[in-house]
Nanobody, 124 residues
């Protein structure tokens, strides 16, 4: 059962850009730090990006640093993942999550609320 709703995924070519959006489905996400994770076929879920509750601090995995940007608009209970210079290895289902547990920002078990995911496919 999803608590958040992602949108903006699709099929693109290498080098293209996409912007993913994450909106809440009945609660105030602005009170929590938020994160994005992704899972490709045959691979484990991996951390992509995270943002503090205020939006003043962001974190990125080495694989997306310099290409992806996370941001949030708390008044709309929405956050965004801007993805530029997409590569075939970025192909995965992308999940938005809210961090409500103690632990590292890059660990999936630190997050308690999740969306159902949006598919991003990048062709070569």
């Amino acid at each position: 059962q999803a608590q958040l709703a992602e949108s903006g995924g699709g099929l693109v070519q290498a080098g293209d850009s996409l912007r993913l959006s994450c909106a809440d489905s009945g609660w105030r996400q602005s009170t929590y730090p938020m994160g994005w994770f992704r899972q490709a076929p045959g691979k484990e879920r991996e951390f992509v990006a995270a943002i503090s509750w205020s939006g003043n601090t962001t974190y990125y995995s080495d694989s997306v640093k310099g290409r992806f940007t996370i941001s949030r608009v708390n008044a709309k209970n929405t956050n965004y993942l801007q993805m530029n210079s997409l590569k075939p290895e970025d192909t995965a289902v992308y999940y938005c999550a809210a961090r409500v547990r103690s632990g590292g920002y890059d660990v999936s078990r630190s997050y308690d609320y999740w969306g159902q995911g949006t598919q991003v496919t990048v062709s070569s």
